[in-house]
């Protein structure tokens, strides 16, 4: 009978140690099941979070491109605005001839107005050969007419 007790009593550890060791794969099971739920769900945070970074990045490029072309639109119209009074300039200067029908370069009061158009040029961002080609002077009359401005001489 004592053997009969002792073999209960060592079944019953055993089987308590197997059940025992089920209960920690199970734990580990969910533990791995929890694991990998929570590593999905910080990928998906992360994607939305690039996503967003992305559409603010979008977005402030696209203001930035707008104000750029806002820009050079107004520096487009000023520039055309100079053409044109350079034109009409141009027009009225070979409209008035001197003596031996040499057309007379400066008429009263043009070259003011060919520095001021000159100044406001530069100011856009041209630079003196493009200058020179819009107005149609010389390159060199062009330099003078900036070194002048520089040095706070602008009586020309």
Known sequence: MPWLLLFIG????????LMDRKEQIKERDDFLRLQERFLLKAQESGAMELQAIAADLSGELEEKATEIFEQMEEKLAEMQKILIAA??????????VVKNGIKSRVASGSWRQREEDILKM??????????????????GEVKLVLSLAQSGDNGV
């Open 122 to 139: 530069v100011s856009l961002g041209m630079n003196a050969e493009a200058i020179a080609k819009e107005l149609n002077i010389g390159k």
């Open 10 to 17: 060592i079944s019953c550890i055993i089987t308590a140690f």
């Open 87 to 96: 034109t009409k300039e141009d027009a009225d200067q070979s409209a008035k």
